[in-house]
Structures are given as C-alpha cells and as structure tokens.
C-alpha cells in the first residue's frame, strides 16, 4: 500500500494589528499628566476653562516691544519679541484650559474599552490633548524670553549663553507641566525660580567636573585667576535676611538660642562642642543634642511659614 504523499500547509503570515487597532493602542499606552484642580468637578467647569478673560487680545503675535538690535541678536532671539507676554487673568485662563482638556481627555478615555473603543471615540479624546498641545505651546511662546533674561545672568567660561538658553527652555517646559494655576500666583514668578535652579544645578556640575578632571596644562597655570566676587545677594539683602534670622532666633527658647548661637558660632567664637555646651549649661552632652535637634525644628518651620526659599531664589 502507497503512502498518501504528505500535504504542504501553507505558512501562516504573523498577523499585524489593522493601523486603527494600533491608533488605539497607542492612546491607551499614552500617558496622560495634568495639575488637578477641584474647579473641574464643578458645574460651571467647562464654562470656565472655554471662556477667556474680558481683556484677551488675539492674536498674540503682536507684543508693542521692539526687538533688540545688534550684531548678538540672533534671529532667534528677533523672533521671540513678536510675541507679547500674557496678562494675569490670559496665565490663568490658559493655564486652566490647558489642564481642563487634560482632564476631560484622561477622563473619558478611562470610560472607554481599551479593546472596542471606536474610531469616533479614539478621535475625540486625540482632539482633546491636540488642542491641550496647542494651549501648551502659547503659553511656552509667551515666556521664552524670560529663559533669555536669566541665562545671561550665569553665562561663564564653561557654560555659553546657547546651551544656558536650550537648558532653560527644557526646564521651561517641565515647570509649565507642574504649575498649579490654582494658587492663584504667576507663573513667571514659579518658572523664574525652576529655571535658576536647573542652572544652579548645572553651575555646580561644572565645578565638580572641572575640580576632578582639569588638565595639568601650562597655559591654565599662567592664566590669571579672576580677583571680582560675584556676590549673589546685595547688602540690603544680606541685611534683611539677618534681620529675619534674628527674629527667629527670638522665637526660640534661651536655652535652645544660646545652643544655636554658640554651636555655629553666631556670637563670633569658634563653634563649640557638644561637650563643651554642656559642661557649660551643666547638662550631659546628649541633652544639648536634643535641644539642638528641636531648635532647629522650630527654626525650619519659621523658615517655611515665611516662605524664605522663594525670597531667596527670587534674588538670585
């Protein structure tokens, strides 16, 4: 008997997902960030993130600021004063609507079937973060020029004023996307203080990379060192903030204060130990740890309830 001779299947071709099952799939896989705000559960909400400030003006291309002329000035820089900078109440209302279509996005996608979502649905919600994009981009437009003002200010021998001005521009963008509208503060004020940060940050950086990795060169040897400090706070500055000090120092117990003051060394002596505290005060060493411990509790706190980061970083 003959074998019946083998039969030859057809390989099967790897199935690939349909471009609108890969459409979903994607904005399913989308990550979705915005500020919440107790505003978008009210009645009122969508009223609110659609309907600008009575004094809007559009378009937004015509700022009333000539552009500085020079041989520095970029074209890039020409560009930014086409656009003028946003009043408080257009911060707000955009700021609103920027995180309200968010909202609304992330919202209804959470209402849909990740595997049977429609065409239809899928493009709506793609609307949303489309036009959340489109508000995003205004209000970046409307502050890169507050990048430009302070990256002047940290342009060295390391760090030239266009990689400040690319760094500041990313930071710009993550302040934008953390910013809470809410508060009722503006943002250039919250975006100042990010953006000096990052650059603080990259400052230091610098420093650790230049003190590990300087080359033993001759030419760096014979170049002469710069003499000017550059100080961060004016004297009125440094005044009001030892003035502010003191009054908190005011606020502790004597005990607490004379631990403070002796122990780094405010009363111009050398700082003094915890031993040396305490054959002082009659106490165990261990005593004057706790009290320092709680003093400067309280000291952090004071410093916290007058909000004396923000003072400080808008000086720098």
Same mark, same amino acid.
């Given at each position: 008997m003959i074998a019946p001779a083998p039969v030859r299947r057809r390989p099967q071709l790897a199935r690939t997902a349909s471009p609108q099952a890969a459409r979903r799939e994607a904005l399913f896989a989308r990550r979705i960030d915005y500020v919440p705000c107790r505003q978008f559960l009210a009645a009122d909400a969508e009223l609110l993130a659609t309907t600008p400030p009575a004094d809007a003006v559009v378009p937004l291309s015509h700022s009333g600021v000539e552009a500085p002329v020079g041989r520095d000035v970029t074209p890039y820089l020409a560009s930014l004063y086409?656009?003028?900078?946003?009043? $408080? %109440?257009?911060?707000?209302?955009?700021?609103? &609507?920027?995180?309200?279509? $968010?909202? $609304? +996005?992330?919202?209804?996608?959470?209402?849909? %079937?990740? &595997?049977? +979502?429609?065409?239809?649905?899928?493009?709506?919600?793609?609307?949303?973060?489309?036009e959340a994009e489109a508000v995003r981009s205004v209000v970046i437009t409307a502050n890169l020029r507050l990048v430009v003002s302070i990256a002047k200010k940290f342009i060295d021998l390391h760090n030239s004023f266009d990689e400040l001005v690319a760094e500041g521009n990313m930071a710009l963008l993550r302040a934008v996307e953390k910013f809470n509208f809410a508060l009722g503060n503006r943002f250039s004020t919250y975006a100042t203080y990010a953006i000096q940060r990052h650059f603080f940050r990259i400052s230091h950086r610098s420093r650790q990379f230049r003190s590990r990795f300087m080359v033993d060169d001759a030419a760096l040897k014979d170049r002469p060192e710069s003499t000017e400090p550059s100080p961060y706070c004016s004297a009125?500055? /440094?005044?009001?903030? &030892? %003035?502010?000090?003191?009054?908190?120092?005011?606020?502790?117990?004597?005990?607490? &204060?004379? /631990?403070?003051?002796?122990?780094?060394?405010?009363?111009?002596? +050398?700082?003094?130990t915890f031993r040396e505290l305490g054959s002082e005060m009659g106490v165990c060493k261990e005593r004057i740890r706790q009290l320092q411990s709680r003093a400067m509790e309280k000291l952090k706190s004071m410093a916290a309830e007058a909000h004396l980061d923000r003072t400080v970083g808008d000086w720098l």
């Open positions: 086409q656009s003028r900078l946003l009043s $408080k %109440d257009e911060e707000q209302f955009y700021f609103r &609507r920027m995180n309200w279509l $968010k909202f $609304k +996005a992330a919202t209804v996608r959470g209402q849909l %079937d990740p &595997r049977r +979502a429609s065409p239809r649905q899928v493009a709506a919600v793609e609307a949303l973060l489309t009125e500055q /440094i005044a009001l903030l &030892r %003035d502010l000090f003191g009054r908190f120092l005011d606020e502790l117990e004597p005990r607490e &204060r004379q /631990i403070v003051v002796a122990r780094f060394g405010f009363d111009g002596r +050398a700082p003094r």
